[in-house]
């Protein structure tokens, strides 16, 4: 029979300690779930090929929309679909949302995948019904819903492309509420 000295039992306790912590440590997935708890997001998914700016403008409903209140996300020029994210830092609840697909004047034609509210774990995905009932695009962008293509272009010398929301605080409470 052999013996265990005591020594070696400190070795084994440290080695087991270093196992378990190693592997109850959170992966980068879990850590990017926690940053995002409780916290309201809007996903548009798109294909953009070329890098842009989008921004996300929002107001309550006697206010106008500024820069004061609007989230920016840069999106890399990609031929696959990608979630451009914007994600409320502060508990938000507007009633109104401005999304402007981009500044690059330059931007080649984009594909429209989807539109949704997120908080949590409820989502609200909105079909294309909705979004042409509870949407409008102003004249430098259009969509056309049939086969999802998206194209912007500069009017009277001015590139400010956006698809804009009538009140969508249903939307909003529903994911956020139940």
Excluded: W
């Amino acid at each position: 029979m052999k013996i265990v000295k005591f020594a070696d039992l400190d070795k084994i306790f440290v080695i087991v300690l270093i196992v378990l912590f190693g592997a109850c440590r959170p992966t980068g997935k879990a850590k990017e779930d926690n940053r995002l708890e409780d916290k309201f997001l809007v996903e548009l998914q798109a294909k953009v090929p070329m890098d842009d700016e989008f921004e996300l403008f929002y107001r309550g409903r006697d206010e106008k929309f500024s820069a004061e209140r609007s989230i920016t996300v840069k999106v890399k020029g990609m031929e696959e679909f990608q979630m451009v994210t914007f994600v409320f830092d502060t508990l938000e609840f507007p009633s109104y949302i401005r999304i402007d697909f981009g500044k690059n004047k330059a931007q080649k034609e984009m594909v429209f995948g989807h539109l949704a509210f997120r908080y949590n774990d409820n989502v609200h995905m909105f079909s294309k019904e909705e979004i042409t009932k509870y949407f409008r695009t102003n004249p430098g962008l259009d969509i056309d819903f049939n086969n999802s293509k998206v194209r912007t272009q500069e009017i009277d010398g001015k590139y400010d492309p956006y698809l804009s929301s009538f009140d969508i605080a249903y939307f909003i409470n529903k994911v956020m509420l139940f």
